[in-house]
């Protein structure tokens, strides 16, 4: 007998494979979305209504092909919620506020003149609210924060283990960004970020399989096999 954290897990992932393929795909009907994912449609319908009434979805008018009904188009609605990206370096933030579809909505720059974790953390909170104010944008629409800094870091756990350039050993960003901001934070290596970027809405979009590299103070390789990023066992795969 399958667990109901079993049953709640599975239905997470179906979720997220779900979404992912309306962004990707979409305007795209249940049917396709069935077929891309291999998901039965049944299960496809019973995913759907949650994504739009959680404002990630939003359906567009129907297709009329003069047979039978004509299918409802679904596609990400992506001035329903915002998310804000951060890029920590050795003497500044790089801060972005943007939409669900990667438009940047608002952009600021500050400078570092402390790299002690809580000097910038504080930073990182103010850059966050900062975005916020410049682009109009309300908290409540935000999703969340998503840091990348150069280094080896423990992805799942929000943990930086290892930063030579900012002298960082084992310092829980994410934990120390959402507590001071409330918000959801997520934390990689800013090469995997990049990656990312490229993967969803870039030049990667048609490949599952690259790599990229980065030329800059360091030199940083992010791998991406099957459309996800390789981490490795410790996040220093790359």
Known sequence: MRHPADRRLVRSINRSIVLNVIREMGPVSKAEIARA??????????IVPSLIERGFVCEGAPVISGLGRPPTLLELDRDSYNVVGLKLMED????AVT??????????????SDLDPASVTTVSADVVEELLEVSGLGRERLLGVGIGLAGVIDTDRGICRSSPFLGWSDVPLAELVETRLQLPVRVDNDTNTLALAERWFGVGQKSDDFILVTLGRGIGLSVVVGGSVYRGAHGGAG
Do not use: K, M, N, W
């Open 37 to 46: 994912t291999g998901l039965s449609q049944a299960t496809v319908g019973a």
């Open 92 to 95: 500044h933030i790089v801060g």
């Open 99 to 112: 939409d669900l579809e990667a438009r940047t909505l608002g952009h600021v720059e500050t400078p570092l």
